[in-house]
């Protein structure tokens, strides 16, 4: 099992920036990839990025340029730097850790205002 608990989100101008971090814990040592999805309201959950515990990173189109994700084993953190955000970049925002079974952790949402 593992537990995952983002912080971070909140509420941001159009053009700032906002940290996201999520830490792990639990069974840590069987985590390969660490990610983040996102979900705005009436749309699906969609990824917007992932890192892979030997650091090979997939991004979004969305966030290419924008948002920087990074990992640190030692701690089982990933962390999301957001910058030139958008309104289209609000959603809630969910870590996820893949075993070969994926985590979820509760969300936190982001707020873009135009």
């Known amino acids: 099992q593992v537990q995952l608990v983002e912080s971070g989100g909140g509420l941001v101008q159009a053009g700032g920036s906002l940290r996201l971090s999520c830490a792990a814990s639990?069974?840590?040592?069987?985590?390969?990839?660490m990610g983040w999805y996102r979900q705005a309201p009436g749309k699906q959950r969609e990824l917007v990025a992932r890192?892979?515990?030997?650091?090979?990173?997939n991004y979004a189109n969305s966030a290419k340029g924008r948002f920087t994700i990074a990992r640190d084993n030692a701690k089982n953190t990933v962390y999301l730097q957001m910058n030139s955000l958008k309104s289209e970049d609000t959603a809630v925002y969910y870590c996820n850790a893949h075993t070969g079974v994926s985590y979820w952790g509760q969300g936190t949402q982001v707020t873009v205002s135009s």
């Open positions: 639990g069974s840590t040592f069987s985590i390969n990839i």
């Open positions: 890192i892979t515990r030997g650091g090979s990173i």
